[in-house]
């Protein structure tokens, strides 16, 4: 039987190991993170496993059952959140970060774009 290798992009050596119940991500990332580096959501982090709540590449890269993906020059503006880079670092978020330009609805959830083929296609059928 085939044992599933659970894939986890890491972002830093040491931190958090979260899953993103977003963007369906598993990831190492620094600790403290409120905001996924991946789809860029606030809030969908939750602890991929109670047990092992922070931990090192190199612990995960002893357990069989994980397969690291590299992700480098992670920038602290797409882990955490406007409200805690202003609350705690006193920093202004910049409103053209490449973060916020998949975010342009209220409720925070990505915008999938609909290629316009499919609209001329649905409106030639009306």
């Avoid at 600790?31 to 590449?57: I, N, R």
């Avoid at 973060?99 to 774009?113: F, G, H, I, L």
């Avoid at 316009?116 to 296609?121: A, D, G, H, K």
């Amino acid at each position: 039987m085939n044992k599933k290798i659970t894939s986890v992009y890491h972002y830093i050596s040491d931190g958090d190991l979260v899953h993103c119940n977003m963007c369906d991500t598993n990831m190492l990332v620094p600790t403290g993170a409120d905001k996924c580096p991946h789809c860029y959501f606030e809030g969908a982090l939750a602890w991929f496993d109670e047990g092992m709540k922070e931990c090192s590449v190199s612990d995960l890269d002893r357990n069989p059952d994980f397969g690291l993906i590299t992700k480098n020059d992670t920038e602290m503006t797409e882990y955490l959140s406007d409200e805690v880079l202003k609350n705690e670092f006193n920093m202004e978020p910049n409103p053209h970060h490449k973060y916020k330009k998949a975010m342009n609805r209220s409720d925070n959830k990505p915008q999938k774009q609909i290629p316009n083929v499919l609209f001329q296609n649905w409106h030639l059928s009306c």
